[in-house]
């Protein structure tokens, strides 16, 4: 076989950039195609404490840490009409080793990694399109265009599809699977003048919980705050509104936001964005291997998503790696990645699927820490995958306690909204 690169990456995220980095660390060849000029605007700024092993892997933490962003100690869940709140410690979970993460600015954050893949050797080309993939018994032929409109061709011997929601090969081949019941709506942006928690909650995310909604407010500096909310397309469709006269409504209406936002101010333009949870039938195949969002997608509402996207950047580049070595299209290794891949994504989904519950609310709002439970869900929430017997045994109690709650009210009633 005789092509130009060991493996080419379609999208320079933070999945295709971890991707990027690893492959250099291993001597590969690589080639990272970006649509984008970076820095440029992407949503998902809260990050998991978890996130951190991988920073030091990549021998990237330095220069995040450099970059001065807000530090995350925390995650706060609220009820809509103030009335009940419950927050995630990540300092006190006595499971979890990283006791904090950070709130990001994704222009800065995803810039930071894509250069330092490109300073570890990894050739990046920005605003070069992706247009057409085919596999080949003997190569991957990928066509792009420029700029400036010119179509270019490249070979490599493995592609690793890092192309976000795009999901550029999966879409192509009809593997998209969407989860039922979760086709939502996500309306956002940034403001100054946001009331957010100080002292030593300085930093945490709020959720914020609606009858059948949520929003995030996530502090970006000082007096900068990520706000947006999120709900399900059928009511979006059905209020017949503006996206930002919706937004706007639900500030009036949800007292926990329209408390901190009185004397808030826009500044950035709104964004709307389908938020649609999926899975793709494959994740791997001869040649190809799929990583971050390009793999799935799940709500994001405990921000599991650039946690997930970096760590199957990191393991998805690795058996791509052991496959070139042993010459070799598709690998044992590669199924297991696909494997882990979707236990990594099912132990989020556990929690996301129930959150919209009310069981689930009267359990989680009014945690009980008996036999360490919450500090079980503590670790969880804070991306650890790889549980121990201790965490996984309380989770399942956990999980128990929720069924029963549906048939028995274990717990005292809250009032959802
Ligand atoms: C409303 C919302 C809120 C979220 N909030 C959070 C949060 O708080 N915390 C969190 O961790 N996650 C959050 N997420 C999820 C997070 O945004 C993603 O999981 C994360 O960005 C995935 O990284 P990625 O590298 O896989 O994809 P991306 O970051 O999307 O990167 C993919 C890249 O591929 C490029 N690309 C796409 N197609 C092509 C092509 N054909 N050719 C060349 N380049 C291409 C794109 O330009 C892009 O730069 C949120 C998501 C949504 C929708």
């Known amino acids: 076989?005789?092509?130009?690169?060991?493996?080419?990456?379609?999208?320079?995220?933070?999945?295709?950039?971890?991707?990027?980095?690893?492959?250099?660390?291993?001597?590969?060849?690589?080639?990272?195609?970006?649509?984008?000029?970076?820095?440029?605007?992407?949503?998902?700024?809260?990050?998991?404490?978890?996130?951190?092993?991988?920073?030091?892997?990549?021998?990237?933490?330095?220069?995040?840490?450099?970059?001065?962003?807000?530090?995350?100690?925390?995650?706060?869940?609220?009820?809509?009409?103030?009335?009940?709140?419950?927050?995630?410690?990540?300092?006190?979970?006595?499971?979890?080793?990283?006791?904090?993460?950070?709130?990001?600015?994704?222009?800065?954050?995803?810039?930071?990694?894509?250069?330092?893949?490109?300073?570890?050797?990894?050739?990046?080309?920005?605003?070069?399109?992706?247009?057409?993939?085919?596999?080949?018994?003997?190569?991957?032929?990928?066509?792009?265009?420029?700029?400036?409109?010119?179509?270019?061709?490249?070979?490599?011997?493995?592609?690793?599809?890092?192309?976000?929601?795009?999901?550029?090969?999966?879409?192509?081949?009809?593997?998209?699977?969407?989860?039922?019941?979760?086709?939502?709506?996500?309306?956002?942006?940034?403001?100054?003048?946001?009331?957010?928690?100080?002292?030593?909650?300085?930093?945490?995310?709020?959720?914020?919980?609606?009858?059948?909604?949520?929003?995030?407010?996530?502090?970006?500096?000082?007096?900068?705050t990520s706000v947006g909310l999120v709900l399900d397309q059928a009511d979006f469709k059905a209020l017949n509104m503006a996206p930002q006269a919706v937004f706007d409504d639900a500030v009036l209406t949800t007292k926990t936001v329209q408390d901190r936002m009185i004397n808030a101010r826009s500044i950035s333009q709104g964004h709307v964005l389908s938020d649609f949870s999926y899975t793709n039938r494959k994740l791997v195949s001869d040649r190809v291997v799929r990583v971050g969002d390009a793999s799935g997608f799940i709500d994001p509402i405990f921000s599991s998503g650039v946690m997930l996207a970096m760590s199957s950047g990191q393991r998805g580049s690795k058996v791509v790696h052991a496959a070139l070595t042993a010459g070799k299209t598709m690998t044992f290794a590669m199924r297991h990645y696909e494997w882990s891949t979707r236990r990594n994504v099912s132990r989020f989904w556990q929690f996301i699927e129930k959150f919209y519950t009310k069981h689930f609310a009267q359990l989680f709002f009014q945690p009980s820490n008996k036999f360490r439970m919450v500090c079980a869900i503590n670790c969880a929430l804070a991306g650890r995958t790889r549980m121990s017997f201790a965490t996984w045994w309380r989770l399942r109690i956990f999980f128990a306690l929720v069924w029963l709650q549906k048939r028995f009210s274990l717990a005292k009633p809250i009032e959802i909204g």
């Open 1 to 224: 076989m005789n092509t130009t690169w060991d493996v080419i990456i379609i999208g320079g995220g933070p999945a295709g950039s971890t991707a990027a980095s690893t492959l250099r660390q291993a001597g590969r060849k690589v080639l990272v195609l970006e649509k984008e000029k970076f820095p440029r605007f992407h949503i998902g700024e809260s990050l998991l404490p978890y996130n951190r092993a991988v920073f030091e892997d990549l021998g990237v933490w330095p220069k995040i840490e450099a970059a001065g962003f807000m530090v995350k100690r925390g995650a706060q869940f609220w009820m809509g009409d103030g009335s009940i709140r419950t927050r995630l410690n990540f300092s006190q979970g006595s499971f979890t080793e990283f006791p904090e993460s950070i709130q990001v600015e994704r222009a800065k954050f995803d810039d930071i990694l894509l250069r330092h893949a490109e300073e570890l050797g990894a050739e990046v080309r920005e605003e070069a399109l992706v247009t057409e993939h085919r596999i080949e018994k003997d190569r991957v032929t990928i066509k792009f265009r420029t700029k400036d409109g010119s179509e270019h061709e490249a070979q490599a011997a493995f592609l690793v599809d890092a192309s976000g929601l795009t999901n550029f090969t999966a879409n192509r081949e009809k593997l998209r699977d969407y989860y039922p019941g979760h086709k939502k709506i996500a309306i956002f942006g940034h403001y100054s003048g946001v009331q957010m928690t100080e002292g030593e909650e300085k930093g945490d995310i709020l959720i914020i919980r609606r009858k059948n909604s949520w929003f995030w407010m996530i502090p970006l500096e000082d007096d900068k």
